[in-house]
């Protein structure tokens, strides 16, 4: 089946050959509460950008839990879209396909420049010493999300600094329907995020700085357990969230069966499922209380959405005018105002969308505590292999099987085995 989506969109593709009407494939990223979602936000700007250049994009949104396997097919074959949204921490692994358009000092100038676009989020768009093979679209990052009715039942008067009061706080707030903390346990992605910013925390590193994997170590052990305790030992998340991959986390918080949850500019989502802007407050995500020995202050990765186009495309040209629009002070208002996500573009970074406390939060994070994830070539199979592995370790921990750190850590050392190191 996925062979054949990618043949049909490459034949799409190809209609913008020729000397009739242009035509683009894009694949973007489910950003919104549903796929459905995302199509609505999107249609009226690709019909916006139509009416402006007389170029038709047909937009099919890929969930996340597709993606990054649909992107290394469609290089591999040769087949695909024009354009595409990539996750930002898959840029150097893309990158080294060999398969996108780079945006070296000319490409980046036919888009606006280089200058127009935050430094942070260009520095996580591909390996260092390259031209990046993307452009930011939307920035991201994590942050503490917690229900301000249920705090104050509870008699909790502010959000958690640390894990020790989120276990605190989440066990207060764990009783018949209604859990402490809401995660994606099947999502290997987020699972991945989490590792990375936990591994920070506790001192560790997935990489070194030749960029072999060191995924077994005790810091990244003690890391992965901390995370996977909030269920296995803490039991403040339910245990059917080990099954979650599609946003259900998010679904139940903004539903009321979770009291907090982790997660990158959730509003938007929250507001899709009913839940009012003022019933729950938006926080940095925790430090440990006592810092281990080596731990960084990082509580987030550098997220984000960066937006690519692939060689293959028949219309170049065409497909960069679009990636232009995308990145345009208009768009990027308009998308990540939907969103709640930040602008990625320095130009519009005061504009009234991105003064709520939410976003304020997020910038915060972003220019204080948050590190890009290893710009190595093999970072996303570290996603896909690290972040199964704890998939397989939160259902252990659903199961009620105990979830011990020599259990991690074969679990980690089969991941880095994996890497072919």
């Given at each position: 089946?996925?062979?054949?989506?990618?043949?049909?969109c490459?034949?799409?593709?190809?209609?913008?050959?020729?000397?009739?009407?242009?035509t683009?494939?894009?694949?973007?990223?489910?950003q919104?509460?549903?796929?459905?979602?995302?199509?609505?936000t999107?249609?009226?700007?690709?019909?916006?950008?139509?009416?402006?250049t007389?170029?038709?994009?047909?937009?099919?949104?890929?969930?996340?839990?597709?993606?990054?396997?649909?992107?290394?097919?469609?290089a591999?074959?040769?087949k695909?879209?024009?354009?595409?949204?990539?996750?930002?921490?898959?840029s150097?692994?893309?990158?080294?396909?060999?398969?996108?358009?780079?945006?070296?000092?000319?490409t980046?100038?036919?888009v606006?420049g280089k200058d127009?676009?935050?430094p942070?989020?260009?520095?996580?768009a591909?390996?260092?010493?390259?031209?990046?093979t993307a452009?930011?679209?939307?920035?991201l990052?994590?942050a503490?999300?917690?229900?301000?009715?249920?705090f104050?039942d509870?008699?909790?008067?502010a959000?958690?600094?640390?894990?020790?009061?989120?276990?605190?706080v989440?066990?207060?707030l764990?009783?018949?329907?209604?859990?402490g903390?809401?995660?994606?346990?099947?999502?290997?992605?987020?699972n991945a995020?989490?590792?990375?910013?936990?591994g920070?925390?506790?001192g560790g590193?997935?990489?070194?700085?030749?960029?072999k994997?060191t995924?077994?170590?005790?810091?990244?052990?003690a890391?992965?357990?901390?995370y996977?305790?909030?269920?296995?030992?803490?039991?403040?998340?339910?245990?059917?969230n080990?099954?979650?991959a599609?946003n259900?986390s998010v679904?139940d918080?903004?539903?009321?069966?979770?009291?907090m949850?982790?997660?990158?500019a959730?509003?938007?989502?929250f507001?899709a499922?009913?839940?009012?802007?003022?019933?729950?407050?938006?926080?940095?995500?925790?430090?440990?209380a006592?810092?281990?020995?080596?731990?960084?202050?990082?509580?987030?990765?550098?997220?984000?959405?960066?937006i690519?186009?692939?060689k293959?495309t028949?219309?170049?040209?065409?497909?960069?005018?679009f990636v232009?629009f995308?990145?345009?002070?208009?768009?990027?208002?308009?998308l990540n105002k939907?969103?709640?996500?930040?602008?990625?573009?320095?130009?519009?970074?005061?504009?009234a969308?991105?003064q709520?406390?939410?976003?304020k939060?997020l910038?915060?994070?972003?220019?204080?505590?948050?590190?890009?994830?290893?710009?190595?070539a093999?970072?996303?199979?570290?996603?896909?292999?690290v972040g199964?592995?704890?998939?397989?370790?939160?259902?252990?921990?659903?199961?009620?099987?105990?979830v011990t750190?020599?259990a991690i850590?074969?679990?980690?050392?089969?991941?880095?085995q994996?890497?072919?190191?």
């Amino acid at each position: 089946m996925l062979a054949a989506s990618i043949t049909a969109c490459g034949d799409d593709s190809d209609s913008g050959s020729g000397g009739g009407a242009k035509t683009l494939t894009y694949w973007a990223s489910n950003q919104g509460a549903s796929i459905d979602f995302d199509k609505q936000t999107l249609q009226p700007e690709l019909d916006k950008f139509e009416q402006q250049t007389g170029i038709k994009v047909n937009v099919e949104v890929v969930p996340w839990s597709d993606l990054l396997n649909r992107l290394l097919a469609a290089a591999t074959s040769g087949k695909g879209p024009d354009v595409v949204n990539i996750g930002n921490t898959w840029s150097a692994s893309l990158q080294a396909t060999g398969a996108f358009v780079p945006f070296d000092d000319a490409t980046l100038n036919s888009v606006g420049g280089k200058d127009r676009f935050v430094p942070a989020a260009l520095a996580a768009a591909g390996a260092p010493g390259q031209p990046p093979t993307a452009v930011p679209l939307y920035s991201l990052a994590y942050a503490l999300y917690y229900n301000k009715k249920m705090f104050a039942d509870a008699g909790v008067t502010a959000p958690p600094t640390t894990w020790e009061e989120l276990i605190e706080v989440g066990k207060k707030l764990t009783k018949g329907q209604q859990w402490g903390l809401a995660v994606e346990g099947a999502n290997p992605s987020e699972n991945a995020h989490h590792a990375f910013a936990f591994g920070q925390q506790w001192g560790g590193e997935w990489f070194d700085a030749s960029g072999k994997p060191t995924f077994d170590t005790p810091q990244n052990v003690a890391a992965v357990k901390r995370y996977i305790d909030f269920m296995a030992v803490d039991k403040i998340v339910n245990p059917s969230n080990a099954e979650y991959a599609q946003n259900q986390s998010v679904a139940d918080f903004a539903n009321g069966k979770a009291a907090m949850l982790l997660w990158q500019a959730a509003g938007n989502a929250f507001k899709a499922q009913g839940m009012a802007a003022d019933a729950y407050g938006v926080a940095p995500v925790p430090f440990p209380a006592t810092a281990p020995a080596g731990g960084k202050k990082v509580n987030s990765m550098v997220a984000g959405i960066n937006i690519a186009v692939f060689k293959h495309t028949k219309d170049k040209d065409a497909a960069l005018q679009f990636v232009k629009f995308m990145t345009s002070d208009a768009e990027q208002v308009q998308l990540n105002k939907t969103y709640g996500s930040l602008p990625s573009v320095t130009t519009v970074a005061s504009d009234a969308a991105f003064q709520a406390e939410e976003q304020k939060v997020l910038a915060q994070v972003l220019a204080t505590s948050a590190a890009p994830l290893p710009q190595v070539a093999e970072e996303s199979k570290f996603e896909t292999l690290v972040g199964t592995a704890m998939k397989e370790l939160f259902a252990d921990a659903a199961s009620g099987k105990p979830v011990t750190e020599q259990a991690i850590k074969e679990k980690l050392s089969n991941a880095q085995q994996q890497m072919g190191s």
